[in-house]
């Protein structure tokens, strides 16, 4: 017998059986085109404290970012700036040639502007007021061969 359950009768695991279902699909479509997702973090810290860091996963030689984040205390020191070039210089380090990244910030976009990120995508009022903005950065240019030979190192902007 059938039956249909909305979210009030739906169990924290058969949410993460759908969840864990659609990954699972795309991972397998993105492995046999020869993608193979892998984490990259990396995170900043000082006297034992968290101060800052970034996440996201490398697949098909892209960084895709997930998240970046300094603490209040610490934002507009350019601590935003270094943790986004580590990060970006570990997925140099796997063979990554561009990065990818996502906000719903007007102010975030412009910064990742000049940090070397190019707009490719805007949605105006994707969220409410928010507009989505898709951005993309070149890490390694043509006839690079490994290691940090192009990624930008350059502090620019702040966090």
């Not at 101060?51 to 209040?72: C, K």
């Not at 140099?92 to 007007?106: F, G, N, S």
Request: net charge neutral.
């Amino acid at each position: 017998m059938r039956e249909w359950l909305t979210v009030r009768d739906i169990n924290p695991d058969t949410m993460k059986a759908i969840s864990d279902g659609v990954l699972q699909h795309g991972r397998a479509l993105s492995e046999a085109r020869g993608g193979q997702a892998e984490a990259i973090a990396c995170s900043l810290m000082e006297n034992g404290a968290l101060i800052g860091g970034a996440s996201g996963r490398t697949e098909f030689r892209r960084l895709f970012v997930n998240y970046l984040w300094i603490n209040a205390q610490w934002r507009g020191t350019r601590l935003g700036t270094q943790v986004l070039h580590k990060l970006e210089a570990l997925a140099v380090e796997r063979a990554c040639v561009d990065a990818l990244i996502e906000t719903l910030d007007d102010d975030v976009a412009r910064w990742y502007t000049r940090c070397g990120y190019r707009l490719i995508a805007h949605v105006p009022e994707y969220c409410g007021p928010w507009s989505r903005h898709t951005l993309l950065k070149v890490l390694v240019t043509t006839g690079a061969t490994s290691g940090l030979n192009s990624a930008s190192h350059t502090e620019v902007g702040n966090s």
